[in-house]
């Protein structure tokens, strides 16, 4: 998955937060992060994540 922009409006959160949304673990949202499956930005080397956008991808997964 290609780099997103931010918008700036958007608050960014740690991969524990999508984790603890999504209900699986922090090891499992990395790995759907490096597959690409969600997006996420690099922020000082740590893994970060818009939760409305992996919530959006998410859902329109879901329905394909």
Known sequence: MEAAQVAPDS?????????????VSSRT???MADAGEIPHYRVRGQAKFDLAEVLAVLRV???S
């Open 61 to 63: 997964g879901a329905q």
């Open 11 to 23: 608050p960014l959160v740690h991969i524990d937060v999508v984790a603890e949304v999504l209900g």
């Open 29 to 31: 949202v990395r790995r």
